[in-house]
């Protein structure tokens, strides 16, 4: 039978080993699984490309909050020094590049490293203390030694046999639906 | 021919525990465990050390409130000698400050991935090195409470900074910097806290865990976000180190004072500081293995490495020590000449320049020893040498330049109060608080890194196998392998 | 507040400062954060407390002016307008003489004290002395009301109990009433105690002061028949000869001798310089052990032992004889018999003397040898024989009667009084100001002899030793509270007007007097109607108001001088003066000095004067026992090591000093220290040199035993508070010097120093409107400190104590620099006034992280200390380090009294900020306002600093360059001007004149 759009389940697979998981994973995504994330103690940029991701677009941020930030930081001081209040100091120019250099760059980083750091947990949509995957019993060992799978689009009751077999052909220790009860 | 020499190599190589790290701690549980049980044990050792550096930090917040409420006066300080110890000590802490980040963020970026046991000791070494650093411009200042004029805001008398003066760099360096480190610290932490969060023994601990860990789950999206921005930062952070000793060392140079105004400056204090700072990470770590029985974690591989890093570092600091000489010398300004020539090596203050000199340069001359790099004793006496002497050099480079400038008429002898004792010792006293703070209730090695580690050596070890028979010991170590790999 | 009330509160006030130690502790003049541990916060904070209720009562008094009418000077405007402070012209008395005077007045206060352009005595110019003695006006330690025993009384009651004494109740003859008043020159005085003589004919009235310059007195007596005192016209003088005499720095004509001389000495150079002509250069000798500043500026300084310099003068005046044959006829046989005792091996070498003679031959009637004011009557004799033999007398010299009353004569010697003492004979003592018990000669036992006496009263500014040693005591006004008179060393009536109303129930000595004389004519004892009466009297019955204001508001009475005399010399008189004064002392001699700073100790509690440094050691806070580093090796002591000094079975400690220059075999001790009165400050400050000092030897004695107090098995050490720690150059060009002939030879040898330095930055226009520049001529500069207290005053500068200077604290915007140069056996020292140099390119200001201090158009480096939040990077940048850093609040403590000193125009700093020299700012900001309000431009001369107001020698020019036609660009333009550290291209606003100096080509390789 066909599940309706609204509920159609989602699946978790567990593995003791991040082999095992790369091999569930790779099989997956040949037989047609789109839907699919993975969840493991330490980060594993082997299996990134079976996720199917888009490339990120956090660098361009980043490298645009940082020019807006030297461009504001050399900004500042011409402003200030220059524009705003011109004093006789010492009978240096009132614009001395060089000497703003220094701050500029530091204004660079500084705009850069905050883009990079909200710009991370924005895009993962982090802080989110609560997530369905945490309701799954004996989840918590993912981020200690237990590498899972997520997989969802499951469409069918076949779908759904067809992925417990593929996960237990690769050394799934279990395989169960998210949000609803295990059927 | 080349045979016995490749296998005696071998056999040294295994004299250290080669790569993988964490060999015989179990499978991962148990090393998770391992790695995290200081933080659900509780022991007397650390209440004592604890206490004892609270005492400490005590007597800085008794030397500072004491400055604020009487005025410099309090310290030793006099006209020539405007600038001393408040100012020794922010320079040395902040270059102290510089090791955390280069080891992380700079190893990173050479793939150096055994960096991966140590760096987030180095890191809150850095962070708690710059929250002293911090405290001394202000406390230094006539008037602290009006620090915040040296940051540019729309004031109605339209007062601004002077950004031709290197101070308000300073500030701009040193915020940067400290904003940077934290986030990066943070960031690295993330995922360690979420383990803590499910491994924590007990509902209040896991939710206090919990809530630092932000809900992270170790989702594939997230890997990848986390690995694209930690890289970024890593970069943004490695020239941010380079550029914030150079700023501290043009508040000397910018002056025409003699032993001041030099332009080798930046790269001299750069190194200088790394230097220092490599030599506290060891001071720390050597007793936090210890303690800790981290031995297959923090292998001996890392401290002949850290140490291999101090003399390379040290050697550097002997080439601008020769060479700043050497310049003066060579300028034939009598005023140079006198400073470098006279007023160091046999003013007033000539045996503190003598000691820090032959400390700086020769301690790390042990280096070229491997039995030495690895001795863990010397190790430790060695990084408290250079540790302390690089407080000195810093001394030398402030007191004895402005003790005896250009009309002699105005020369004067610079002799520390109690006051000035008490802040710097009492620095070290609130660098230990946060320090041991630290120890207790954050993961201090970094748990998931160390995973990855072993699991990335321990497959390449098998590719070795597969490949072809009995693999070259280097390729134990697997640290050529890039950390990006498998990117798209 | 009603007098009732004032003294009601005085009453309990009394009570409150009579328990002792509350005394001590009621007030302090500096914060004691500066001279104390933390732990001193809570006393000061209660001290604070007491200083505040102690000064509140005379603080209304104080904005008050005086009852009686008191004239400004004339050149200001009569009527006041807040802020604009007034002018009054007064005098102030040192050892007898006048200075005139001209003290500024902010709404009836008294702030600075600046010379009198139209006295003889000062010309404009204000000395050490008179530029502190504002400050002394305000002294918290100054004594308050009047007391017997430990009861405190009223003036009143004093003056009642005055009537009781024996001898001196009605119809007492005056038997057994004795007086010791100072040494004086007033009219005023001299009619008071003609009444006194006339109405107590058997009453003894004595005059005493430590310095009293009787040799002159004494030689001339025995020379021309009478008291005369040589007077100099050194604006005439080619070459002059000094011995052992400071005639520029110290001594009651010294402002106006170092004015001619330098005036002198300029035009000599500046002809050179093309900027003006001018006679030819003159030369100064100078014979003398101790460095003073005359010596410093000398062509030739001739390092002898004071007991020798007689020798010396001898040695000159036979070769002078000699190469005046038959000139000097009946002279000739007489001094060749006076000489023959004295010129025993003489101690300078031959060529010298004979240089030396035959230039002063050379320039007979143009040349001056003056002796030393407290050297003996013998030297004073053979100065006058030679400037008689040479024929200056009548030109450059010539004499005039001694205005002091009763000069050198019996009545100015203690000894009678003491014999009376002892015998019982003395009923009652009056002493007026002075402080006999602390500086009378030891030998007279003085404060033993006072307990014989039963009545005894004091009146003087402090409760010091004599005070304490009386039983009545009753405090003095200060002279800018008082009415008086007193004559200038030339004998100019000079007047004294008060600028504020006494601040406590304080009378002057001449009142005093006046209760003994009786009512006079008009029968008030008020010093303003005595005065007046001794006018009418003077003016001969017809005295009209409007002379008296007149001379009032000018502060002195023309044509009073005394008139020029050439007496014919006694030779006959020579022999006997000369006879045994050639004491040559084998082993160490011990001179003993007037203090630049404290003088004889009358000055010691002022706080400006203490931290001053001396002119030639430049310590601070002390005086030392200054001997040669010769002999400092013989004895095996050095710098800081107490020495304990005996001479005829009195011993004394006080700690050694090396000074490069001193004669050897010779100790100089400066006096006014080691006091033990109620002068908090001065108490326990240096050694009292006075327990050696003795009636026959008050200036060099000994020999003297020296050996270095042990405690324990190390030696006892002091530390010295020395403002300068280094005096050798390094081989730094920082001072530049010549002789006159190398000069003309190569008057661009300072061109390398001059020119502008290249610069990578577009230089900045200061061709606009005023632009203020200095120059300082080191050719002129004695070292004198004058400009040091003027700045002190005129600027609010705190003073910051021992301590502070022990750790190169001290405050001064304005410092002289001492170096000494050539050989070190045989050095010469040169002064370099230090202030903020004004760079236009400031390598302070581009340092400062918040604009503190930025360039002004008009060229100044200016400090906005609101602005400061110090972080000190300017002082660390500074080269010159002239800029001065408030380590702690140095103004919060300071008891009120000693906040009415400060000048309203000036900020007083906060702690935590720095400051520096600021051009005056403030003068010249007001004359800018004055000159817009009159739409003319700033006029030449019209701007003043302190420091070149107060300059003796006017070695510092200020104005602006833009002016054409002005000083300052003359100044300028000198070939000889350079700056200082000109090879880092501050380019400063103050310039240096090189000292070129005139040495006797005969005299080549010579010292």
Not at chain 2, 3 to 23: D, I, K, S
């Amino acid at each position: 039978m066909l599940f309706s759009r609204r509920e159609r389940p989602r699946f978790l697979a567990e593995f003791a080993t991040p082999e095992e998981m790369s091999r569930a994973l790779e099989a997956l995504r040949a037989a047609g699984y789109r839907e699919l994330e993975t969840y493991t103690p330490f980060d594993m940029p082997r299996t990134t490309p079976s996720l199917g991701l888009r490339r990120p677009w956090l660098p361009w941020i980043i490298a645009v909050a940082g020019l807006s930030g030297g461009i504001v930081a050399y900004w500042i001081q011409w402003f200030a020094n220059a524009w705003d209040y011109p004093l006789n100091v010492g009978g240096r120019p009132v614009n001395p590049v060089p000497a703003f250099i220094p701050a500029t760059f530091e204004g660079t980083v500084l705009a850069a490293a905050l883009a990079a750091f909200f710009g991370l947990f924005i895009s993962l949509r982090l802080p989110a203390l609560w997530h369905p995957v945490f309701d799954v019993e004996g989840f918590e060992r993912a981020t200690v030694d237990r590498f899972w799978i997520e997989v969802g689009g499951v469409q069918s009751d076949l779908d759904a046999r067809e992925l417990r077999r593929i996960a237990n052909e690769a050394g799934a220790l279990r395989v169960v639906p998210i949000g609803m009860e295990a059927a | 021919m080349a045979e016995p020499a490749r296998v005696a190599n071998a056999r040294e190589l295994q004299e250290l525990e080669p790569y993988p790290v964490a060999r015989g701690l179990g499978d991962d549980a148990a090393l998770t465990d391992r790695l995290l049980s200081p933080l659900w044990t509780r022991s007397r050792v650390w209440w004592i050390l604890f206490a004892i550096s609270g005492l400490l930090a005590l007597l800085f917040v008794v030397s500072a409130t004491y400055t604020i409420a009487v005025g410099i006066g309090a310290w030793g300080n006099n006209i020539p000698v405007a600038w001393a110890f408040a100012i020794t000590d922010f320079v040395w802490w902040i270059g102290i400050g510089h090791a955390g980040t280069f080891i992380s963020a700079f190893l990173i970026l050479l793939g150096q991935r055994w960096r991966a046991s140590v760096n987030r000791l180095a890191e809150a070494m850095t962070l708690f090195a710059l929250v002293n650093a911090g405290m001394f411009p202000i406390l230094h200042l006539g008037r602290p409470w009006f620090f915040y004029w040296l940051v540019p805001y729309p004031a109605t008398m339209k007062m601004w900074p002077n950004f031709r003066s290197a101070l308000p760099w300073d500030v701009a360096a040193i915020a940067t910097y400290f904003t940077v480190s934290l986030l990066f610290w943070y960031t690295g932490l993330v995922p360690d806290l979420a383990t803590a969060r499910d491994r924590a023994p007990g509902r209040v601990r896991r939710m206090v865990y919990g809530a630092f860990a932000l809900g992270w789950r170790g989702a594939g999206r997230q890997w990848r976000q986390y690995r694209v921005a930690y890289l970024i930062l890593a970069g943004l952070a490695t020239p941010l180190v380079i550029s914030v000793h150079s700023v501290v060392s043009l508040d000397f140079s910018i002056a025409q004072l003699p032993g001041w105004h030099s332009t080798i400056f930046p790269p001299y204090f750069v190194v200088g500081a790394i230097y220092s700072g490599l030599a506290m990470v060891l001071m720390l770590m050597l007793p936090v293995r210890r303690v800790f029985h981290l031995e297959d974690v923090i292998t001996r591989q890392h401290l002949d490495k850290i140490a291999k890093l101090i003399l390379a570092t040290g050697l550097m600091l002997a080439y601008s020590y020769m060479c700043e000489t050497f310049i003066a010398w060579y300028s034939g300004d009598q005023f140079e000449r006198y400073t470098y020539l006279f007023a160091r090596p046999q003013g007033p203050y000539a045996w503190i320049y003598w000691a820090m000199t032959a400390a700086n340069i020769l301690t790390p001359q042990l280096f070229w020893f491997r039995r030495l790099r690895t001795n863990v004793v010397v190790l430790f006496v060695a990084s408290v040498l250079i540790w302390a002497a690089m407080w000195a050099e810093r001394f030398v480079i402030i007191v004895t330049s402005l003790n005896r400038d250009f009309l002699p008429s105005s020369w004067h002898f610079y002799a520390p109060s109690w006051v000035d004792w008490g802040l710097l010792i009492g620095s070290i006293g609130v660098f230990f608080v946060l320090f041991f703070a630290f120890l207790r209730w954050v993961p201090f090695v970094p748990v998931s890194e160390v995973k990855r580690l072993r699991f990335e050596t321990r497959r390449e070890a098998k590719l070795e196998e597969a490949r072809g028979g009995h693999a070259p010991p280097e390729a134990r170590d697997a640290s050529h392998i890039r950390l990006t790999e498998g990117e798209e | 507040m009603s007098d009732e009330l004032r003294h009601g509160y005085w009453r309990s006030l009394a009570d409150l400062l009579g328990a002792a130690g509350l005394r001590e502790d009621a007030l302090r003049e500096f914060p004691a954060g500066v001279d104390e541990s933390p732990g001193g916060m809570s006393r000061r904070a209660f001290m604070k407390l007491l200083g505040a209720s102690a000064a509140l009562a005379g603080l209304d008094a104080c904005t008050r002016a005086p009852a009686e009418k008191i004239l400004p000077y004339g050149r200001q405007a009569p009527e006041l307008t807040p802020g604009i402070p007034l002018h009054y012209a007064t005098s102030m008395v040192v050892g007898g003489y006048a200075t005139g005077l001209l003290v500024e007045s902010h709404e009836g206060r008294p702030t600075k004290v600046e010379g009198n352009p139209e006295h003889p005595a000062s010309l404009g110019a204000a000395g050490v002395y008179e530029q502190a003695s504002v400050l002394q006006l305000y002294d918290p330690y100054r004594a308050r009301n009047a007391r017997e025993g430990r009861t405190p009384k009223r003036w009143d009651d004093f003056a009642r109990a005055l009537g009781t004494m024996p001898g001196v109740q009605t119809g007492a003859s005056g038997a057994g009433l004795h007086f010791i008043l100072r040494p004086t020159s007033s009219p005023l005085t001299a009619t008071l105690v003609a009444r006194i003589r006339e109405r107590y004919p058997d009453a003894q009235i004595h005059f005493y002061a430590p310095f009293d310059g009787r040799s002159g007195a004494a030689s001339s007596r025995a020379l021309f028949g009478s008291a005369l005192l040589a007077q100099h016209d050194f604006s005439r003088a080619r070459v002059v000869l000094a011995l052992d005499s400071d005639f520029m720095a110290s001594g009651p004509f010294s402002l106006r001798y170092a004015r001619d001389f330098a005036g002198r000495r300029h035009s000599g150079i500046s002809r050179v310089s093309g900027t003006a002509p001018g006679p030819d250069m003159n030369r100064l000798y100078a014979v003398e052990g101790m460095w003073s500043p005359t010596g410093t500026l000398a062509d030739h300084r001739l390092r002898v032992r004071s007991g020798e310099v007689a020798s010396v003068a001898a040695a000159v005046l036979g070769t002078v004889m000699k190469l005046r044959e038959g000139s000097a006829g009946s002279a000739a046989e007489a001094v060749d018999g006076a000489l023959a005792p004295v010129a025993v091996d003489a101690p300078a070498p031959r060529a010298w003397v004979d240089a030396v003679a035959r230039d002063l031959v050379d320039a007979a009637g143009s040349g001056i040898v003056i002796a030393g004011h407290e050297q003996t009557p013998a030297l004073h004799a053979l100065a006058s024989a030679l400037n008689q033999v040479l024929g200056n007398v009548g030109h450059t010299v010539w004499y005039g009667a001694s205005p002091i009353i009763e000069h050198g004569e019996s009545s100015h010697d203690l000894a009678p009084l003491l014999d009376a003492m002892r015998a019982g004979e003395v009923q009652t003592l009056v002493i007026a100001g002075g402080n006999p018990v602390y500086d009378a000669p030891a030998d007279l036992g003085f404060a033993q002899a006072m307990k014989s006496v039963r009545h005894t009263a004091y009146v003087g500014m402090y409760e010091n030793e004599t005070a304490a040693a009386c039983r009545w005591f009753a405090p003095e006004s200060h002279y800018l509270e008082s009415w008086g008179d007193a004559r200038a060393y030339d004998g100019t009536i000079s007047l004294v007007q008060p600028l504020i109303a006494p601040l406590y129930d304080t009378r002057t000595a001449d009142e005093l007097l006046a209760v003994f004389a009786g009512p006079d004519g008009a029968g008030g004892t008020g010093a303003h109607s005595l005065l007046r009466e001794s006018w009418r009297d003077r003016a001969g019955g017809t005295f009209e108001e409007r002379g008296w204001e007149a001379i009032v508001g000018r502060g002195l009475v023309p044509d009073t001088q005394a008139e020029r005399l050439s007496p014919s010399l006694r030779w006959s008189a020579l022999p006997s003066l000369l006879a045994g004064s050639a004491r040559r002392t084998d082993g160490i001699e011990i001179v003993f000095e007037r203090d630049p700073r404290v003088y004889d100790g009358s000055f010691a509690n002022n706080v400006w004067l203490q931290e001053l440094p001396d002119p030639a050691t430049k310590v601070t806070w002390d005086n030392a026992a200054v001997m040669s580093p010769a002999t400092a090796a013989k004895l095996g002591v050095s710098t800081g090591d107490v020495v304990k000094i005996s001479l005829r079975g009195r011993g004394l400690r006080a700690p050694a000093f090396e000074l490069p220059g001193h004669a050897d075999d010779a100790i100089t001790l400066r006096l006014g220290y080691g006091r033990d009165g109620a002068e908090e400050v001065a108490r326990g400050v240096g050694a009292n040199g006075y327990l050696l000092r003795t009636r026959e030897a008050p200036h060099v004695d000994g020999p003297v035993q020296v050996e270095r107090v042990l405690d324990g098995g190390s030696a006892e050490r002091h530390e010295l508070a020395t403002t300068q720690m280094h005096w050798r150059l390094h081989g730094r060009e920082i001072i530049r010097q010549t002789t006159i002939d190398e000069y003309r030879r190569d008057p661009d040898f300072t061109s390398a120093q001059s020119a502008r330095q290249p610069s990578l930055y577009e230089p900045h226009d200061y061709a606009k409107g005023d632009q203020w520049a200095m120059t300082i001529d080191l050719s002129k500069c004695t070292g004198c400190g004058a400009c040091m207290v003027a700045c002190q005053a005129e600027n609010n500068i705190p003073v910051v104590g021992r301590e502070g200077v022990l750790n190169s604290r001290e405050m001064h915007w304005l410092r002289i620099d001492r170096y000494f140069t050539g050989r070190e056996d045989e050095p010469e020292a040169v002064m370099q006034p230090m202030l903020c140099q004004h760079c236009e390119k400031a390598p302070c200001e581009y340092v400062c992280p918040v604009n503190a201090t930025v360039h002004s158009r008009d060229g100044l480096n200016e400090m906005v200390y609101n602005r400061c939040v110090g972080t000190r990077f300017c002082s660390n940048n500074c080269p010159y380090k002239v800029r001065r850093f408030n380590w702690f609040d140095y103004n919060r403590e300071i008891a009120e009294t000693v906040e009415m000193v400060k000048n309203p125009d000036v900020t007083v700093r906060e702690r935590g900020v720095m400051e520096k020299c600021s051009f005056c700012v403030q003068r010249i900001r007001r004359a800018q306002t004055a000159a817009e309000l009159e739409g003319r431009g700033v006029e030449d001369g019209e701007v003043v600093t302190a420091c070149q107001q107060a300059c003796p020698t006017q070695a510092i020019v200020f104005g602006s360059y833009t002016d054409p036609d002005s000083n300052i660009v003359r100044s300028l333009l000198e070939k000889r001007s350079y700056t200082v550290l000109h090879e880092l291209g501050t380019s400063p606003r103050v310039r240096y004149l090189a000292r070129i100096t005139n040495p006797n080509p005969a005299l080549e390789g010579e010292a």
